[in-house]
């Protein structure tokens, strides 16, 4: 099985640090089972502006526990707009795998708040909200522009994050970047 995993590129005018959106799939519950014989062997495919990470598959099981942990190394902020969009299929050997649920989660909240736990509601192919539910952790880390390049001396401030969820703000003194607070986000 291969995850159709695209390179992380770093554009040519970059400068700074780059950010993350970092994705635990945790485990389902109460999957669908589409084997004849046995249980669904699932595995959760997920895609970010094209970018895609997809779990091992877990065999013979309806609540599958993953706990498996995927980044996204970002270069732009995301936007209000972002999705993340989350496929669970059964693992077929000789067939095509069948899809189980599916969901497209916003991350409207995650760009707000930084990291969050979520239950996702898995659609089925004609898009009903059945029984079968996704547990993830989310983490958002934005990219820093390089200080030296973005601000002007003892004018400007940005909020960084430093540290996962403790932001900081950040002003260019006598070319020293200087912390000015720090807070918990």
């Known amino acids: 099985m291969v995850s159709g995993r695209k390179a992380s590129v ?9 950010g993350a959106v970092i994705v635990q799939v945790k485990n389902a519950s109460d999957l669908p089972n589409k084997d004849m014989l046995g249980e669904s062997d699932p595995f959760v495919d997920m895609e ?12 013979s099981e309806l609540n599958p526990e993953w706990n498996e942990t995927f980044t996204w190394k970002r270069y732009t902020p995301l936007t209000e707009e972002s999705i993340l969009l989350i496929k669970v299929y059964d693992y077929e050997k000789i067939l095509k795998n069948k899809l189980l649920g599916e969901a497209v989660y916003p991350l409207k909240d995650l760009v707000r708040l930084g990291a969050q736990e979520a239950t996702v509601p898995l659609r089925d192919r004609d898009g009903k909200v059945g029984e079968s539910r996704l547990n993830l952790y989310l983490e958002y880390t934005k990219p820093t522009l390089d200080p030296d390049e973005d601000m002007e001396e003892g004018k400007s401030s940005v909020p960084v994050f430093c540290l996962g969820r403790i932001v900081c703000v950040v002003s260019l003194m006598r070319s020293t970047l200087v912390l000015l607070s720090a807070a918990i986000w």
């Open 10 to 18: 770093v554009p040519e005018d970059f400068k700074g640090q780059a």
């Open 48 to 59: 970010l502006e094209g970018i895609k990470r997809t779990t091992r598959v877990i065999h």
